[in-house]
Nanobody, 124 residues
Framework: QVQLVESGGGSVQAGGSLTLSCAAS????????MGWFRQAPGKEREGVAG????????VYADSVKGRFTISRDNAKNTVYLQMNGLKPEDTAMYYC?????????????????WGQGTQVTVSS
C-alpha cells in the first residue's frame, strides 16, 4: 500500500497559479503511476493529469491541457501539479492517487491508493 499526502492547495484569483505536491511513502514499486483527480461539489470525480515512472509518460484532461503540468521527482517520491491560468471552474478538492505495476497513467484506468485531498478555490 502507498500512503499519499497532498499539500499546496489554497485560494487564488482567476488567472493565478498554484502548485500542488503529493509525497508518497510505503510500498512503491519501480513501475508505478501517479495522478491527480478532482471533485467539485455536486459533481463526479474527474481525472486531471497522470504520469508514469516508465518514460515519464503524461496524460491530461482536455480541460487543463496547456494550463496544468504534472511532473515527478523520483528521488523524493513526490509528484507535482503546476496549475497556471486558473479558472473558477477549476475549484474543487484535488486528490493525489497512485498505483503500482503501471505503465499507462491513463486516468480512465483504476488507481488503487488515494490521498486525503487538498482544496483549491478560484475566485472570479
Amino acid at each position: 500500500q502507498v500512503q499519499l499526502v497532498e499539500s499546496g492547495g489554497g485560494s487564488v484569483q482567476a488567472g493565478g497559479s498554484l502548485t500542488l505536491s503529493c509525497a508518497a511513502s510505503g510500498h512503491i514499486e519501480r513501475d508505478n503511476c501517479m495522478g491527480w483527480f478532482r471533485q467539485a461539489p455536486g459533481k463526479e470525480r474527474e481525472g486531471v493529469a497522470g504520469i508514469s515512472n516508465y518514460r515519464s509518460t503524461t496524460v491530461y484532461a482536455d480541460s487543463v491541457k496547456g494550463r496544468f503540468t504534472i511532473s515527478r521527482d523520483n528521488a523524493k517520491n513526490t509528484v507535482y501539479l503546476q496549475m497556471n491560468g486558473l479558472k473558477p471552474e477549476d475549484t474543487a478538492m484535488y486528490y493525489c492517487a497512485a498505483k503500482n505495476g503501471c505503465f499507462n497513467p491513463s486516468m480512465a484506468l483504476p488507481y488503487t491508493d488515494w490521498g486525503q485531498g487538498t482544496q483549491v478555490t478560484v475566485s472570479s
